[in-house]
């Protein structure tokens, strides 16, 4: 244990070699992107979320964009266009905006095992899709989603008497079906394009379509009126969440194996879990850390049985915020 205390010492970290600086990596996505659960939900609480979001989204573009700029990347052209309008319609435009939405009316933590319990959609889509490649463990693997679900929602059944929570489920539920297609079409394409480039691009794309909706709608507040706690909420989630959570993971999925990789899916509700019962007193009892365990096993099985079918683009982070 001293030893890997030791190894994963960031003071030290310039010292270490690739494997450890690797594995550093992954500890940073797996804390970062299960704390823009709890970021998001702090920064809703005083201003409208698709507001948040489309400002997250932009300046989070705006980093990505200079920077492939700087380096001398030029913009894509033609058809390269299209597999990046589509993306950002579904994976920020849709996805991120509805999940930040969603957190408006439910806690943090279960928006994000919501959110982590999306390759059950992948199932379900498969089965609708006739797809006879379906394994014993996917289907296992999707059971114990469903159970580990019914498990955590049967100590929130009088709160579905509430229309707000009603709501925030079903923003959340439908972001992770929305991501769930991204993950398929991302998956049949094979593009030219950088693909971290087009990330930044399908945040600037998605964020001013979004501003363009609250200014519409008139879900918005003047800029001089964001509070100071929204910003604080709204810089975390673009530089932490959206740019340097998301470098580290490519760092960790250059250096390590996939299936390695991956456990942060595992672990990013449970920092959403404990950072919200620690900082808004969100509920946190045996319902939800059993339900919630169930699911994710559940999920493990799913990503196992689909990982063999298909290695994981590094350009398609699973269930990140």
Not at 66 to 79: D, N, S, T, V
Not at 119 to 127: D, E
Not at 158 to 176: A, E, Y
Not at 255 to 280: C, D, K, M, R
Request: with cysteine; net charge positive.
């Amino acid at each position: 244990m001293a030893k890997l205390l030791a190894a994963m010492n960031p003071l030290a970290l310039h010292k270490k070699g690739t494997r450890a600086k690797a594995l550093f990596a992954l500890a940073a996505v797996s804390f970062l992107w299960g704390t823009t659960w709890v970021g998001s939900k702090a920064g809703v609480q005083y201003m409208p979320a698709l507001q948040l979001a489309s400002i997250r989204q932009l300046l989070g573009g705006a980093f990505y964009i200079i920077f492939f700029l700087f380096k001398g990347r030029a913009f894509p052209r033609g058809k390269e266009w299209w597999p990046i309008l589509i993306l950002s319609f579904l994976n920020f435009f849709l996805s991120n905006s509805l999940s930040t939405w969603g957190v408006k009316y439910i806690s943090s933590g279960l928006g994000a095992i919501i959110g982590a319990v999306f390759p059950l959609w992948l199932v379900i889509i498969a089965l609708i899709a006739g797809n006879s490649q379906l394994t014993a463990k996917s289907i296992i693997g999707f059971v114990l989603g469903f159970l580990g679900i019914c498990i955590i929602f049967y100590d929130h059944l009088h709160d579905f008497l509430n229309p707000g929570f009603r709501l925030g489920i079903f923003l959340s539920v439908l972001g992770t079906l929305c991501w769930a297609f991204a993950t398929l079409y991302t998956k049949k394409q094979v593009l030219a394009f950088n693909p971290y480039f087009s990330i930044g691009l399908q945040m600037m794309i998605s964020g001013i379509a979004l501003f363009g909706v609250t200014q519409i709608t008139g879900e918005h507040i003047p800029i001089t009126e964001i509070p100071l706690p929204s910003w604080i909420a709204i810089l975390y989630l673009a530089i932490a969440g959206s740019v340097l959570a998301f470098i580290a993971y490519l760092y960790a999925l250059q250096h390590l194996p996939t299936e390695q990789v991956s456990i942060y899916a595992y672990i990013n509700p449970i920092v959403a879990l404990l950072l919200g019962s620690w900082l808004f007193n969100e509920k946190l009892n045996g319902y939800i850390l059993i339900g919630g365990l169930v699911a994710l096993v559940g999920v493990y099985l799913v990503n196992e049985a689909f990982r063999k079918k298909a290695t994981n683009r590094p350009d398609q982070p699973v269930a990140s915020q």
